[in-house]
Each structure stands twice: as C-alpha cells, then as structure tokens.
C-alpha cells in the first residue's frame, strides 16, 4: 500500500465512575476529530501563518474509522505510564491485535498527564497504542485548554513517528526539515510571530504544530514533512504496515 490508509481503532475505557465511562456518541466525537485534524479540514487551519502556508500537510491522507470499544469497570483511581491500564493482569484491558489495529486507552485519572503513546518501534506489541485521560479525550464534557481533543492529535502523532517539534532538546532536531528549530516547548496560546534563535538565525517558530505544547485551541498544522514522515511509517515497508 502507498501511505494513504484508514486506520481501524479499537477504543478501550477503564471506568471508575460513569463520567469516566465515555460515550459512544464522544468516542465518534473524538474519532471525528482525529479525522479533520489529519486532513486538514480542521476549522481552525485557517489561521496558520502565510509564512507557513507553503508547508503544512493539508491532507495526511490518514484516516481513523472504529472498530470496536471495549469498556470495563474498575476500583483503580490513578494510573501512570506504567502501561498497567493494557494487560488484564494489572487490571487494564488486553490491546486486540495491536499489529492490525490502533488500540487507544481511556482512563480516568494519570495525575497531571494527558496522554502518552508508543512510538513505531513499538509495533504490534502488548502495550503498543495511546492513552488518554477520560477529562481530555474528545470534546463534549471536557474543559479549556485542553478542550478539543488534540491530546489525542498529539499522541497519534506520536504513534505515527512524529517526535516533538523542539526535538526534546534546546534548538534540537525533530527530523523533520520543513518545521523551524526552536530552542524548547511552548505553551499557553502564544501570539505569531514568536522568535527564537537557534544556530545563530532568529526566526518565528511554528508553535501552532500539532507536536508542541500549546493550548488545543493554539494548535491547527502538521508540516508536509511531517506527512511524509508518518506516511512512510504506513507502507508496506513500513513498522505500522499491518494496520
Ligand atoms: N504532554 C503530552 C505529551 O507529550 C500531550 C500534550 C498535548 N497537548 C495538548 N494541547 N493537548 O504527549
Ligand atoms: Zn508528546
Ligand atoms: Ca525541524
């Protein structure tokens, strides 16, 4: 197959209370989002920069359709990155066939942290996927600023090779060539054009990308680069080539 692939998701929750147990009607809420967002038909992508204009995706050509959802009630009110919340012998949900299909976790509470995923070198294991937080996951009955379910955009992101933008290091290298170096994280919502120097070059960031740490409503592009990059993660060459 070329890059182009509608990926089939299977959504397991792990529910304590009934606010946890998320509905049908916001998984396809969530589901709805990762689908505009990857092809660009996000409302919101009208605001990216003209000087950014010439290199954003527009279409991904990834798309995310469900298979299944799995849910289960649970006594546990705090989980970790520990990837506890993928096997039912820590009390989680089993992925299903995590080679062939996206398996994305919901449960209520990780402290402070939103999400998390595994990258491509992960691939068909027991614990490849995503995790959301139940209060970040979709939109309906989640709160600002992180109230329009980029958390997952962001961790899909992730799964599919997208390493942050500011390369986890000061001006460090995300391994993508189209998206400007800049020397960490943003946060909050920040105005355009926001400079940063690295190596020497002043220029505006594009914090506005899906990979860095901005506010839901501060985040609308992924960079052509970055479709190439989680496309070739999608051929038939490729570590997700089973989804
Ligand atoms: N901190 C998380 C991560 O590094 C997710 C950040 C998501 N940001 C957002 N605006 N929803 O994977
Ligand atoms: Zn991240
Ligand atoms: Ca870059």
């Known amino acids: 197959a070329d890059g182009s692939v509608d990926i089939p998701v299977v959504v397991n929750i792990l529910y ?29 992508a009208t605001k990216i920069p003209t000087e950014f204009s010439g290199v954003k995706a527009g279409d991904t050509q990834v798309r995310f359709h469900l298979v299944k959802t799995v849910r289960k009630a649970t006594t546990k009110t705090k989980w970790g990155t520990n ?65 329009l379910g980029r958390t997952a955009t962001h961790e899909v992101g992730h799964y599919l090779n997208l ?3 500011w390369g986890d290091a000061s001006c460090g290298n995300d391994q ?31 914090f506005m990308n899906y990979m ?11 960079s052509a680069g970055q479709k190439a990059r989680s496309q070739s993660v999608l051929t038939s060459s490729g570590a997700r080539s089973g989804l």
């Open 16 to 44: 304590k209370s009934s606010a946890e147990n998320i509905s049908d009607a916001r998984i396809a809420e969530q589901i709805a989002i990762l689908n505009a967002d990857f092809a660009g038909t996000n409302t919101d």
């Open 83 to 147: 990837d506890a919340m993928k096997k039912s012998s820590s009390g989680g949900i089993d992925a299903t066939s995590p080679a062939n299909y996206f398996n994305l976790w919901v449960v209520g509470n990780m402290g402070g942290i939103l999400g998390y995923a595994t990258f491509p070198e992960s691939a068909g294991l027991w614990n490849d996927g995503v995790v959301i937080a139940a209060p970040y996951f979709g939109k309906t009955g989640t709160t600002a600023p992180y109230n």
């Open 163 to 165: 390493r942050h933008i």
């Open 176 to 206: 993508v060539a189209d998206t400007p170096t800049q020397t960490g994280a943003n946060y909050g919502k920040p105005t355009y054009p926001l400079y940063n120097t690295c190596s020497g070059t002043s220029r505006s960031v594009m």
């Open 212 to 222: 860095d740490y901005v506010d839901d409503a501060a985040m609308f592009m992924f």
